[in-house]
């Protein structure tokens, strides 16, 4: 048994009543890579606020290398080696790479004086340490997700960490990055330096973790080697039910296609697209960041118009250079990422449903018509489940997966027919994703005709009844979701 | 070689300054006064008050606030330093004019702060509602009435000159000492913006707050820096306009706040802060003054020449904008073939 870095011993926390940590405890090893898993609001990224020490324990300690702490402060807990990586990786965008990496450790220090030289010599030491090359002059605004992240690594380093925290670290990451990242984190492991990896990709969990925690409603439901997991026992430990997955069959029956689309072209996109889409259709496309999966989306609402190519809608030629083109041709997306693209997240849950439909509430004399738009939105409410205590709260205090149905019902107040699903459940946890998977069956079973993007390999598999694979712009192959196992399809996407 | 030349392309700067030289040489062609060493002063001259107030503007832009409230600090100094000297009739030196303009700005500078740092109040909304009170109380307890029979240390000051020149018609313009002023400012900034961690601090809390916060940055300490230290700018380039006019008018500066951001935008600080250069600044600054002395040179009457300075403001933001909506719309997906 390797030392103990870190151990969390019995600790309660709660806000405003609610009790968010029923006495959980964790340890970490010297060098060990941990997984701490659970759905949102399982306590996860309450427990790492403790061990940052962001929030201060109600009761129990938290023990690093042999010395207590009741309380510890943010700033003693980066004295103690613990560095957290955030999933927005709290870097500069506006400063260079050599400043991003240097400048917390410069203000640890308690530096007061800029030293250039000594900045650039640290930054390259501390990237020279993972083995990554990088201009340490260029803007990180400029940088890809991963190298953005490298840089945040390269930071914990430059603090002498011994255990870095990494909250979903490759939710944005393409297959190769992730591996790669996987390849670092080992390499740091060799100088003894501890990794928790928070994180609900379970596959990931099972190919890096050494040990495993899981959390359910704050408190500790099991803790072991990852070893003794296999995914449908990791499942039920995190959301405590059986989660069977079947495979989606439709119920076409039109001659017609709902959605034809013929050799769409977008430079520096795609190229040569052709594809139809039935009523009552999950259609797959799947392929790697950077196939122009998004790309083609985002054409075929409007947002990029194509170049070159046609699309019909109920086998009539339509013209689409706008997303109001799209709208009024029934054609709907739902973004990659709700937060910045498909959400208002101060505002209310209700104003966001009603926001791509207000014309509709218009009375007489342009007046709003308060009482018909609440009682729509009610119904959306209750057809998605979103657990709400009231529609008028801002959507920022929904969960991840609520907020992703909020923006699901924002496009199906507006009647589309054809729903295009951009990563439908990126960075929602394993339940949320069950229960959003069941709302897209249903819509297809009512006759919608969906689109799901995704490269989420399960996901696809599951849902779709028939998958386009995406590779550099082109689409290279079409599969239905009878006549291909995941390992084969994650193979053919990946290879080049 | 050819990286660093698309390095310097790719900067705002540098379309500042050739669009400087662009519009140097349009001017010159039309009437070759303007090519000369007696119009480059008078262009330093009347740019030597706005740069002052530009590089406040600048570091609180950096740090993603506003300070509309700079022209009101500087009137607040400025006069009421004067009327002190003037009652009192004081026959020293400029320096003790110009400590208590320091003074006036800071004071003024820390209320700014502690609205902003400790009260949470939006910049905008803090430094317009200070903008109107220092105004307003100044007007009303100190007095309205311009001076401009000026206690003897401004009036020297205002007489000094760095250098002169005349020219064939026998006018003379004149490099003023206050020119040094400008350049003790511009060089402390300087090195406090780019060698000392408080002021990394202020890009950083300009590029991510929450980032900063996490990062171990005082943030509250930071904002109270920033606004105190840009009163105390401001305090000074309103004392540095009184000595220039040998005039102190609190109704002078109204309404000039808007040119100096303007000019600080133009210079390339984003105003949803991060970005920005003291050098980019003082293009901005140069840019501006060029365009209202001297486009009465070609015979652009003066109404015009607002209309232009207004079309530049337009351009010189729009190009910055449109560059970040492109490289924001830009696909690169390698399409195979």
Redo the contacts between chains.
């Keep these: 048994m390797s030392e103990v870095f870190l151990s969390v011993n019995n600790v309660f926390k709660s806000f405003a009543g609610v009790q968010a940590l029923k006495g959980v405890s964790i340890s970490i090893g010297k060098g060990e890579i941990r997984c701490l898993a659970g759905e949102n609001g399982s306590g996860k990224s309450t427990l790492i606020k403790v061990i940052s020490g962001f929030y201060t324990p109600d009761s129990g300690e938290i023990i690093i290398e042999g010395n207590k702490h009741t309380a510890l402060s943010?700033?003693e807990s980066?004295r103690n080696g613990i560095q957290v990586i955030?999933q927005?990786f709290?870097?500069?965008?506006?400063?260079t790479v050599a400043?991003n990496i240097s400048?917390?450790s410069?203000?640890?220090d308690n530096?007061?004086?800029?030293n250039?030289a000594q900045i650039r010599a640290n930054a390259q030491a501390a990237l020279n340490r993972i083995g990554v090359k990088m201009d340490l002059d260029i803007k990180v605004e400029m940088l890809s997700v991963a190298d953005k992240q490298l840089v945040a690594i390269s930071r914990a380093l430059l603090q002498n960490a011994k255990l870095i925290i990494m909250d979903e670290p490759t939710t944005a990451l393409t297959q190769k990055e992730v591996s790669s990242l996987f390849k670092i984190i080992k390499q740091v492991q060799k100088e003894g330096i501890a990794t928790l990896f928070v994180s609900h990709k379970l596959d990931e969990v099972l190919e890096i973790s050494e040990k495993v925690t899981i959390l359910r409603n704050g408190e500790n439901v099991v803790d072991g080697d990852v070893k003794d997991f296999d995914m449908s026992k990791f499942v039920y430990y995190m959301t405590g039910r059986e989660i069977v997955s079947t495979t989606f069959a439709p119920k076409t029956g039109d001659k017609e296609p709902l959605l034809k689309v013929e050799n769409l072209s977008?430079?520096?996109?795609?190229?040569d697209i052709s594809f139809e889409l039935f009523k009552g259709e999950i259609l797959g496309i799947t392929g790697l960041l950077?196939?122009?999966r998004t790309?083609l989306a985002l054409s075929i609402f409007g947002a990029?118009p194509a170049n070159k190519g046609n699309i019909y809608v109920k086998g009539k030629k339509v013209k689409i250079h706008s997303i109001l083109d799209a709208i009024r041709n029934k054609i709907a997306y739902v973004p990659e990422d709700r937060l910045t693209e498909g959400l208002f997240l101060p505002q209310s849950i209700n104003r966001n449903i009603q926001v791509s439909v207000l014309k509709r509430y218009r009375k007489k004399l342009g007046i709003y018509d308060k009482k018909s738009a609440k009682e729509n939105v009610q119904k959306w409410v209750k057809e998605l489940s979103i657990k709400t205590a009231d529609p008028e709260l801002p959507v920022v205090t929904l969960s991840g997966g609520n907020q992703q149905r909020v923006v699901l019902a924002k496009w199906l107040a507006s009647d589309p027919e054809i729903l295009i699903l951009n990563g439908p459940t990126v960075g929602v946890d394993i339940g949320s994703k069950t229960d959003i998977h069941q709302i897209i069956r249903n819509l297809a079973e009512k006759g919608f005709g969906i689109i799901v993007i995704s490269d989420d390999i399960p996901e696809v598999l599951h849902n779709c009844n028939r998958i386009l694979i995406m590779?550099?712009?082109?689409i290279v192959g079409e599969t239905d979701n009878r006549s291909i196992t995941e390992k084969e399809l994650s193979m053919n996407l990946s290879q080049a | 070689m050819n990286r660093s030349i698309r390095k310097i392309a790719g900067k705002n700067e540098f379309y500042v300054l050739i669009t400087i030289v662009v519009l140097c040489i349009v001017i010159g062609l039309i009437n070759n006064a303007f090519l000369t060493l007696s119009s480059a002063f008078d262009i330093i001259r009347s740019g030597i008050e706005m740069g002052i107030f530009a590089v406040g503007a600048y570091i609180v832009i950096v740090s993603g606030g506003i300070d509309v409230s700079c022209t009101a600090v500087g009137t607040f100094a400025m006069f009421t330093t004067t009327k002190i000297l003037y009652d009192s009739k004081y026959e020293g030196g400029i320096l003790l004019a110009l400590v208590m303009a320091v003074g006036f700005g800071l004071i003024l500078g820390i209320l700014n702060g502690t609205l902003i740092a400790y009260l949470k109040i939006p910049p905008l909304i803090a430094t317009l509602a200070t903008g109107g009170i220092i105004n307003g109380f100044m007007l009303f307890f100190i007095g309205s009435r311009e001076i401009s029979n000026v206690p003897k240390g401004i009036y020297n000051a205002g007489k000094s000159m760095l250098a002169v020149v005349e020219n064939e018609h026998g006018f003379k313009s004149a490099l003023p000492s206050t020119l040094l002023i400008l350049i003790g400012v511009l060089i402390v900034t300087f090195f406090i913006m780019r060698y000392t961690m408080l002021g990394r601090g202020i890009f950083a809390i300009g590029g991510d707050m929450i980032s900063a916060q996490r990062a171990g940055f005082n943030i509250k300490r930071t904002q109270m820096f920033i606004y105190a230290y840009v009163g105390i700018i401001s305090g000074l380039a309103g004392m540095v306009h009184t000595i220039m006019m040998i005039n102190s008018n609190p109704l002078d500066l109204s309404g000039k706040e808007m040119m100096v951001i303007a000019a600080v935008v133009i210079g390339g600080a984003r105003i949803t802060g991060g970005h920005g250069s003291l050098t980019g600044t003082m293009l901005g600054v140069s840019l501006v003054t060029i365009m209202s002395n001297s486009l009465i040179l070609i015979g652009i009457p003066s109404f015009w020449q607002r209309f232009v300075t207004g079309l530049i403001i337009l351009i010189g933001t729009g190009i910055t904008a449109y560059q970040a909506k492109r490289m924001k719309k830009q696909l690169n997906v390698e399409v195979a073939d």
């Design positions: 943010p700033i980066i955030y927005d709290s870097i500069f965008p506006n400063l400043e400048l917390n410069q203000l640890a530096k007061r004086l800029m250039w977008l430079k520096g996109g795609f190229k950077g196939s122009g790309e990029h590779k550099k712009g082109r």
